[in-house]
């Protein structure tokens, strides 16, 4: 069964930066796009990065210039980036991945971590 792990989270001040990684484990198939959310508290989870297998990123108007998704697809890992930071974007951050499984190789399905917390606070 394929699993998703986020790492990287923890407190930083405004203005600093933090990386956060991803890694798709197990039974795997095909991986065709990876992408970064976010859902803060009393909040619906929102779309933050989004990097498909073409590479063509995507990002949430709240991050562009300050966040960066990338991806080492050999590594199935993912990564986000994340510069110049503020306190509103404090939440707890999800990593997706919609990939296929050897058992099934013709349905593409979507994974979820276990999310991973971020705070940005002086």
């Known amino acids: 069964q394929a699993r998703i792990v986020e790492s990287g989270g923890g407190l930083v001040q405004p203005g600093e930066s933090l990386t956060l990684s991803c890694l798709a484990s197990?039974?795997?198939?095909?991986?065709?796009?990876m992408s970064w959310y976010r859902q803060a508290p009393g909040k619906q989870r929102e779309l933050v990065a989004a990097m498909p297998h073409d590479n063509r990123t995507r990002y949430a108007d709240s991050v562009k210039g300050r966040f960066t998704i990338s991806r080492i697809n050999a590594k199935n890992t993912a990564y986000l980036q994340m510069n110049q930071m503020k306190p509103e974007d404090t939440a707890v951050y999800y990593c997706?991945?919609?990939?296929?499984?050897?058992?099934?190789?013709?349905?593409?399905?979507?994974?979820w971590g276990q999310g991973t917390q971020v705070t940005v606070s002086s």
């Open positions: 197990g039974s795997i198939g095909t991986i065709y796009a």
């Open positions: 997706n991945a919609q990939m296929t499984s050897p058992e099934a190789p013709r349905r593409i399905a979507d994974y």
